[in-house]
């Protein structure tokens, strides 16, 4: 289910967007929701980045799967 959400872009951001809607027969929404859809693809590089570096640094540990398990109660 969609949620309308309100947003403030620059002027020229708009005539771009609608620039790029009406050459490509899409809506606003539609090319919002791929640009966001690939920013959160960069995010999701950003944040396995920073564990990565969380980890090298110390800062954060790894758990093995069968300590998980174990916690879990499960057995394998």
Same mark, same amino acid.
């Given at each position: 289910m969609k949620q309308a959400i309100n947003i403030r872009l620059e002027k020229e951001m708009v005539?771009?967007?609608d620039e790029?809607? *009406? =050459?490509? =027969? *899409? @809506?606003? @929404?539609?090319?919002?929701e791929k640009?966001? =859809?690939?920013?959160?693809?960069?995010l999701? =590089?950003?944040?396995a980045d920073k564990r990565i570096d969380d980890l090298k640094s110390g800062k954060t @540990?790894?758990?093995?799967? $069968? $300590?998980?398990? *174990?916690?879990?109660?499960?057995?394998v």
């Open positions: 005539k771009a967007l790029y809607a *009406k =050459e490509l =027969e *899409k @809506t606003r @929404t539609s090319l919002v640009a966001i =859809e690939l920013y959160f693809d960069r999701d =590089e950003m944040v @540990t790894a758990v093995s799967l $069968e $300590e998980v398990f *174990k916690k879990a109660g499960i057995d």
